[in-house]
């Protein structure tokens, strides 16, 4: 498992600049991984001072794919996105996956992403690797 902040995010997920959604990597394990992402004004995808659901989507997805490492990932399905209010620029996302479930190269995983201690986001996730 590595914790702490991740000098090179690009390192560990298919996106680059301006795209990637994860400033800090505080765990990846086996099991989970948990992210955290300070939401900038220059965020691609915010609009009057909202990341949408995609960006939340994304968030997600790129917490996921800290898991695979080098590995290339896709997003075979989602699972019922919950979202009980859309974070602002300079709000901190603190997001978690957790894998449910795993059959050779399909992951189930669980998202919870989180402003301080409320859950703004839930979502399940199927991502398939490709070796």
Do not use: W
Not at 96 to 103: D, G, K, N, S
């Amino acid at each position: 498992m590595i914790s702490g902040v991740e000098k090179n995010i690009e390192s560990c997920i298919p996106q680059r600049a301006p795209f990637v959604f994860i400033d800090t990597i505080e765990c990846v394990g086996e099991k989970v991984a948990r992210t955290r992402f300070t939401i900038p004004a220059t965020c691609p995808l915010v609009t009057d001072d909202i990341l949408p659901l995609s960006g939340l989507m994304e968030n997600a997805a790129q917490t996921c794919a800290t898991r695979a490492g080098d590995t290339i990932g896709y997003i075979g399905a989602v699972k019922q996105m919950e979202v009980t209010r859309f974070p602002h620029v300079g709000e901190t996302l603190t997001t978690e996956a957790l894998v449910i479930q795993e059959v050779m190269n399909i992951s189930l995983m669980e998202c919870t992403t989180r402003i301080g201690s409320d859950i703004i986001a839930t979502t399940t996730l199927k991502i398939a690797t490709i070796e």
